[in-house]
């Protein structure tokens, strides 16, 4: 296969991809209507696309296959026809690490910015350390899988004999690389759940008691429902969304799991929900709020490229009212787990202290989840009690 040809492919994709949807799905209708493409060319397509969107706004004067070459040879450990035609003299150092290789970049290319890959830097949460987060984004996440008590060894056991490196973080937690294709592999997916690692520490802030009541407010398809019914299976749960499909497939998901003793309900957080709520009071309500997903964008680097920020403010405003909303129905004393997948300030600490000033609420505690040093998501998680 020749450069050109791959360039070729790559341009085009690039060229009518805006940002409008996730970039896996744009890629899997453009692969289906672009037929003659076969699979080395998908191949080729997809890792050079994706690689590019991991540069962020790095060397964005440059030319525009310089700047592929270049992020090509820092997100991959094996060579390519463009590292070799564009950086010759870098190719021999593919396998190295990560900050070798970036130290290579920065001597050839001087005007290389780290800061430019993550050109929101402004925004983020203090605790996260620039530096490890940046380069964070030149390596692919892991899979991560929650396991059920007493199940790992048989996991382990199915993922070795089928040649699959997996890594035990814990007694419940398995690291897998991106892309394992688990339903072909475990094909019993009542013994686990699909659960990235960060978003699995949030279940230490929640603490329920047996017979709690808990309302998860924005449920999607259930993945902290479930975290909290595996800390305590004798809570009484109400799960809400205003998304029916994803309540759709929480329930696949509960049925899989075998609970079947919850409440689910449609609701939009924004309008007054009392003709549904007025009888209720929970003991603890997990709020996963909408947000930006930056702490996520390893996994969906096109928002690097096609992110814009005054997107902040507006999820900002949205996470307050959603918490104004669902606190009126929280128990004195009981807590409020407010979750982002978020590394913006203005959707984690700035909105802990609005929700402080502005509601009855105290902080417990709260914490930035640092997923870049473990190849998975960063979350932030706080634990308010009200007054
Ligand atoms: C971060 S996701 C929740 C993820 C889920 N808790 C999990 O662990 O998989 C945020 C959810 O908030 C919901 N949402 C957004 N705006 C809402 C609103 N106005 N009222 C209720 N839910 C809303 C979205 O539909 C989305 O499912």
């Not at 008691?209 to 009484?236: M, N, R, T, Y």
């Not at 964008?297 to 005054?310: C, I, Q, V």
């Not at 407010?338 to 505690?365: A, R």
Request: proline share 3%; hydrophobic share 35%.
């Amino acid at each position: 296969m020749k450069v050109e040809h791959q360039l070729k492919a790559f341009d085009q994709i690039f060229k009518s991809y805006d940002g409008s949807q996730p970039l896996h799905r744009f890629l899997f209708v453009y692969f289906k209507r672009n037929k003659q493409m076969g699979s080395s060319d998908r191949r080729w397509a997809s890792r050079y696309i994706y690689n590019f969107f991991r540069l962020g706004k790095a060397l964005i004067k440059a030319d525009y296959t310089l700047r592929l070459a270049v992020a090509d040879f820092l997100c991959s450990q094996t060579g390519s026809l463009v590292i070799e035609s564009f950086l010759p003299a870098l190719k021999e150092h593919v396998e190295s690490s990560v900050t070798e290789k970036l130290s290579l970049v920065q001597q050839h290319f001087p005007e290389f910015d780290l800061k430019d890959v993550f050109s929101f830097y402004e925004n983020l949460s203090e605790a996260i350390e620039r530096h490890d987060f940046y380069i964070s984004f030149f390596t692919q996440p892991d899979l991560f899988l929650r396991v059920n008590a007493g199940e790992m060894q048989k996991l382990t056991g199915i993922l070795k004999q089928e040649g699959i490196t997996a890594e035990e973080l814990g007694d419940t937690t398995l690291a897998l690389p991106n892309g394992t294709k688990l339903d072909r592999v475990l094909a019993n997916s009542k013994n686990y759940q699909v659960q990235d690692l960060s978003s699995q520490k949030t279940g230490t802030f929640f603490q329920p008691q047996p017979w709690d009541k808990w309302w998860d407010c924005c449920a999607a398809s259930g993945g902290k429902s479930l975290l909290l019914f595996d800390l305590e299976p004798k809570v009484e749960l109400l799960v809400s969304d205003v998304r029916e499909g994803s309540l759709q497939n929480l329930e696949e998901r509960f049925q899989e799991a075998g609970l079947k003793k919850y409440q689910k309900k449609v609701l939009d957080l924004l309008q007054n929900n009392d003709p549904d709520l007025h009888h209720y009071e929970f003991d603890g309500i997990i709020l996963d709020a909408p947000c930006s997903g930056s702490g996520t964008w390893g996994r969906t680097p096109e928002m690097l490229y096609y992110f814009s920020a005054h997107k902040i403010d507006y999820f900002s405003r949205l996470q307050k009212s959603i918490a104004a909303n669902v606190v009126k129905y929280l128990k004195e004393g009981k807590p409020l787990v407010y979750i982002t997948c978020s590394v913006f300030k203005q959707e984690n600490e700035e909105v802990v202290s609005w929700l402080q000033e502005n509601l009855p609420l105290k902080l417990e505690k709260m914490e930035v989840i640092k997923g870049y040093h473990n190849k998975a998501d960063t979350m932030f998680v706080a634990r308010l009690t009200k007054l």
